[in-house]
């Protein structure tokens, strides 16, 4: 018996130790990663990195300024297209669909779509942008991202408009106020936090994507401005440099990875205080 | 809502007043590898003096082909020449560069860059999976005195599209008739062995991170990243070392004016010192472009390049392309590249 | 629900409001044809010449213009197969320690942390991949592997760094956060009166997580486990730099291959004639499909389980 009893704790305490390691696995990684892309992007972290062209191989110096300007265009260029059309849709299911056929078919749509290859969207995009209108140019880039961006935003929007009580519409209704005006002043004003948070969070996520924009937003070694011609992003300015022969591309493309990075963490982590603070008050 | 729409607003005038404000003209291509460090060498110094923006980028050969089919591009570039016939077809003429040469390398333990000789047959029987040990009898012969050890080949090949892949498999189907018949030659192939290293790059890691292999990379990359070239047996049985002197004797004899397209293909040429994995890089543009004013941008800077980047070639280990043959280069822009009846460039 | 069909009260803007809302909506529906028809319309060449034998054909000749999807299929379910295997166990771990075994305090920082794991941008898991992992194991990892455990044919290869172990490798790390907070959310809805009950009759923590908790999260950890197969499958950037890119199958897991999100990275530009284009399409619609289809299915599985991820609202 009391043999049988310790077999039982040691088998306790082991399994109980093996997950505590399976959590330091990932700790591990995240800080392997982390402090690499410290260790080799900072050194990158000149006053030329931000605001000058990149230069010719074998001529010293130089900066991605332009793909920094380019993510930035591009992202908030999909931002401009996919964050309405995501609230709008997201409203849509929260606010008149709710239980029937057709908002369930088109959650479970996002959801397949959520997690769709986001290089297949590439592809489509190539396909219908960019063949078609004889050019590679920052808008396709950006639909492309808005693509991906878009049934985050719708369910993360349907989520957060759910969380507004129905007793508050129906207050609002009740004081004669037309749907429309509920839902735009009452409803998405309580929501407000809570979507803002998940599109920070969807725009993060696809300012880090380079998959979808190889094939449509393209490259640039020059500023862009217009949308209808290719850019420069930092992160296919890492896949190229990252593949290339030269000392100081990869230098460069540490530091491009440095800053998406500190971006993305920064931008996720700000959502997350944001979020905490609102499901300690809430659920 | 309302701040969104204000936001949405202050953006759509911020692009647009950009818009205006960076009209500049510019100029897109895209295509071969084996060039971007001349063209954007070029583009830099072009774009210094003049103000004209060229981007170039480098995403193979293949590409450069399909985008300036597609029109998605003002020029394409591509290490391997079209054929005559399908320029005809594309509506397309294309025109050298540069010149340049494919290097086999080698990482063996005690083997020197140069020291190791290879013949056709061998580098084709190495490439076909015939030969699978460094002290097979055929290399041993060539090579008295080398140490080479008892150990299996590692061959290294391009996984991606790439025109050095056109130039090498071009020779090897050249030399070797078991290649022509079971391989073949092309940007891509389906390669008998071998690993695959997706650009100049990652076959040059591969081959310093491997040991016992054979890889192939264009000369610069060779010279970049300091590795063990192997001499190669030229058409007329000599040893030559990969230099731009072996490339320029390649292309000494080519008769640019005659053949079709130009479609000139430098593998294998006579010449005493001629290297034999040699090969163009070439300019493609549309007959009728969908923009003239940028086809004409696009000229005046490979003129410009043909005159006066000529030094800037040689510092990057590029063999320039000689004055009588860019002249009738440019002949043939000046009669071929039309817009409404119109050519589009004059001198 | 008074206010969605209750309030007639015939305002034009309303209704307005409500068919915009619907169009965009109705947008996803079209957009997921879209891209289904495009692909298929896109590759109708290659499907045309090719046929089912497409699927079961292993030649990718880019010269003769003769193309299977074989490799690139094999690569990419192997490579996620690995990824699978490797994750789920410590997934599981992860889910069991945040939510049975972790002191208060460390819960809400580690979880934070294994979920940070998922916004770094693949693109940075393929550099990292290439320029410090793979020189790392290609060092001090494989050479020890291939001697060690090369009487397993799966573990022969050339030590390279790069191939079909470490992509699924890095596609462990990278599919960990996902699989392992479904998991801990799963965990969550076990009914405490049931653990309670365990305990209650002497049960260890582990023997009640074993015997009460995870049976009864079953399918929902299966919902789990294959959402994490989705997205390991269509993982593209950091796939690419690590799994060697070459077309051919080989059963030695060291070797090089390829997976059809990196084929199509490498040689989308790349493809000169219209049947190799069709060719890298219809790889793009095989994997569309399958990621669809692994996808329904985790959805179905977690639906059927009673834990909900979009729980709430009417239904």
Request: charged content about 15%.
């Amino acid at each position: 018996m009391s043999l049988h009893y310790a077999r039982r704790r040691a088998v306790n305490s082991i399994a109980l130790a093996a997950s505590l390691l399976s959590a330091c696995f990932g700790i591990f990684f995240l800080v392997w990663i982390l402090k690499d892309v410290f260790r080799f992007g900072l050194p990158a972290m000149t006053v030329a990195f931000f605001t000058e062209l990149p230069s010719p191989p074998g001529v010293e110096g130089g900066g991605l300024a332009n793909a920094i300007t380019g993510t930035v265009l591009i992202t908030a260029l999909a931002t401009v297209i996919g964050v309405p059309a995501g609230i709008l849709a997201g409203t849509y299911l929260s606010e008149y669909g709710r239980a029937s056929r057709f908002a369930s078919i088109v959650r479970f749509l996002c959801d397949i779509l959520v997690s769709a290859p986001s290089i297949v969207v590439g592809v489509f995009v190539y396909a219908l942008l960019v063949r078609p209108f004889g050019g590679f140019s920052a808008v396709a880039g950006a639909v492309a991202l808005a693509i991906i961006m878009l049934p985050v935003v719708i369910r993360t929007a349907e989520e957060m408009l759910k969380l507004v009580p129905d007793s508050t519409r129906e207050a609002a209704l009740a004081l004669g106020a037309p749907h429309w005006k509920v839902t735009v002043f009452v409803v998405y004003r309580g929501a407000m936090r809570g979507i803002t948070t998940g599109v920070m969070l969807a725009v993060a996520r696809v300012s880090g994507e380079t998959a979808p924009l190889l094939f449509t937003s393209f490259n640039n070694a020059f500023w862009n401005f217009k949308p209808g011609e290719p850019t420069a992003t930092l992160t296919v300015t890492i896949f190229n440099y990252a593949m290339g022969p030269y000392e100081d591309w990869h230098g460069k493309a540490w530091g491009a990875a440095f800053l998406i990075t500190a971006l993305v963490l920064i931008v996720t982590l700000t959502a997350r205080f944001l979020t905490m603070r609102r499901v300690n008050g809430n659920e | 809502m309302k701040k969104y729409l204000n936001i949405l607003i202050v953006l759509t005038v911020c692009f647009g007043g950009a818009s205006i404000a960076f009209a500049a003209g510019l100029i897109n291509g895209a295509g071969a590898t084996f060039p971007y460090p001349l063209y954007a060498k070029w583009a830099y110094e072009y774009n210094k003096k003049t103000g004209a923006k060229m981007n170039y980028q480098s995403i193979g050969s293949g590409g450069g082909i399909k985008q300036i089919k597609a029109k998605t591009v003002d020029f394409g570039a591509s290490d391997a020449p079209l054929t005559a016939k399908d320029l005809d077809d594309s509506g397309l003429i294309q025109f050298p560069m540069a010149v340049g040469g494919v290097v086999p390398v080698v990482n063996i333990a005690g083997v020197k860059s140069g020291q190791m000789k290879l013949s056709a047959e061998a580098l084709s029987d190495v490439y076909l999976g015939k030969i699978k040990k460094w002290n097979d009898v055929k290399i041993a012969s060539l090579n008295p005195g080398v140490t080479l050890p008892d150990d299996s080949i590692t061959v290294v090949h391009r996984s991606d599209g790439s025109g050095t892949t056109w130039i090498f498999t071009n020779y090897l189907d050249k030399v070797s008739k078991g290649w022509h018949e079971k391989v073949g030659f092309g940007t891509a192939v389906d390669w008998p062995t071998g690993v695959g290293g997706k650009g100049n790059e990652g076959v040059a890691t591969y081959v310093k991170r491997i040991k016992n292999t054979i890889g192939y990379v264009e000369y610069a990359y060779a010279i970049q990243n300091k590795l063990a070239h192997a001499r190669m047996e030229n058409k007329e049985k000599n040893f030559v070392e990969p230099s731009m002197e072996g490339f320029m004797a390649a292309a000494a004899n080519a008769d640019w004016k005659g053949t079709p397209g130009f479609a000139v293909v430098l593998t294998d040429q006579g010449g005493k010192n001629a290297w034999p994995i040699a090969g163009a890089t070439f300019i493609i543009v549309q007959k009728a472009p969908a923009s003239c004013a940028n086809t004409k941008e696009v000229f005046g800077f490979f003129d410009w390049a043909y005159r006066d980047g000529v030094d800037m070639a040689k510092s990057l280990d590029y063999v320039p392309i000689p004055q009588p043959v860019y002249t009738v280069m440019e002949d043939a822009w000046a009669k071929e590249v039309k817009c409404g009846g119109q050519g589009v460039w004059k001198r | 629900m008074p206010i969605s069909d209750g309030h007639k009260s015939g305002h034009a803007a309303d209704a307005a409001f409500k068919g915009v809302s619907f169009f965009f909506a109705f947008a996803v529906m079209a957009l997921l044809s879209a891209i289904i028809f495009v692909l298929i319309k896109e590759s109708w060449l290659s499907i045309g010449k090719f046929g089912l034998g497409f699927l079961v054909s292993s030649t990718w000749d880019p010269v003769q213009g003769v193309f299977g999807a074989l490799p690139a299929v094999w690569g990419t379910v192997v490579s996620s197969v690995i990824a699978i295997i490797i994750a789920v166990p410590i997934s599981l771990g992860n889910a069991i320690f945040l939510t049975e075994t972790a002191p208060k305090g460390i819960k809400g920082p580690i979880g934070a942390a294994i979920e940070l794991l998922a916004s770094i941008p693949s693109i940075i898991y393929g550099m990292w991949g290439l320029f410090v992992f793979a020189p790392f194991i290609a060092e001090n990892v494989e050479p020890f592997m291939i001697e060690r455990l090369g009487f397993i044919p799966l573990f022969r290869g050339a030590p390279l760094g790069v191939g079909m172990l470490p992509a699924g490798f890095i596609l462990a790390i990278m599919i960990i956060p996902f699989i392992s907070s479904v998991a801990r959310d799963v965990f969550l809805m076990v009914p405490p009166i049931l653990k309670e009950s365990g305990y209650a009759v002497g049960a260890t923590k582990w023997e009640v997580i074993w015997k009460v908790v995870i049976p009864f999260a079953k399918s929902g950890i299966m919902g789990a486990v294959i959402l994490g197969l989705g997205r390991a499958l269509g993982e593209t950037m950091a796939v690419t730099f690590i799994i060697g890119n070459s077309q051919r199958i080989s059963l030695e897991l060291l070797n090089p291959g390829t997976s059809i999100s990196a084929a199509l990275a490498n040689e989308f530009t790349e493809a000169v004639e219209d049947i190799y284009l069709s060719s890298l399409v219809e790889l793009g619609l095989i994997l569309f499909v399958i990621t669809f289809v692994v996808l329904a299915a985790a959805k179905l599985m977690i639906a059927r389980s009673s834990y909900r991820p979009y729980s709430g609202g009417a239904r």
